[in-house]
């Protein structure tokens, strides 16, 4: 395969995997502001709900549109949930450098939050490729 061939296949799999990426977030907040505005949970309890289910929402979409499985079932799991952990912990981890040390960033946070979602977009469809098919390219 040339590497031009390599590089469009490679861009259609991110253009999939940012579609389930947008599909499972779009869940994650549908039962985020269910729970919170409708149920009146509080934020955290909410929260503590939401991210989970759109984190499997997002496994069962990429692994039956994003990636081939090569491992058990079980083992890509428990991998996605930590990948999605470090990535959780990675934004937070980006938002309070960028807004803490940079004044503009601080100023203009969605500058911090978009580009803090694109590098954790990138770490989470790498690391998660690498999960799912045992390869990072």
Do not use: C
Request: proline share 1%.
């Amino acid at each position: 395969m040339s590497w031009k061939n390599k590089i469009q296949a490679l861009l259609r799999l991110k253009i999939k995997y940012a579609a389930s990426a947008v599909v499972a977030t779009t869940v994650d907040y549908g039962v985020f502001f269910y729970l919170s505005e409708t149920l009146n949970f509080s934020v955290a309890k909410a929260q503590s709900i939401a991210y989970p289910v759109g984190v499997l929402v997002n496994f069962l979409l990429q692994r039956r549109f994003v990636f081939t499985q090569t491992r058990s079932l079980w083992m890509t799991f428990g991998l996605v949930v930590l990948v999605s952990t470090g990535g959780l912990l990675l934004s937070r981890f980006l938002m309070k450098g960028f807004t803490d040390h940079i004044s503009f960033l601080n100023e203009y946070r969605i500058v911090a939050k978009v580009m803090t979602s694109g590098i954790v977009f990138f770490y989470n469809f790498y690391l998660k490729r690498y999960v799912f098919e045992g390869k990072l390219l």
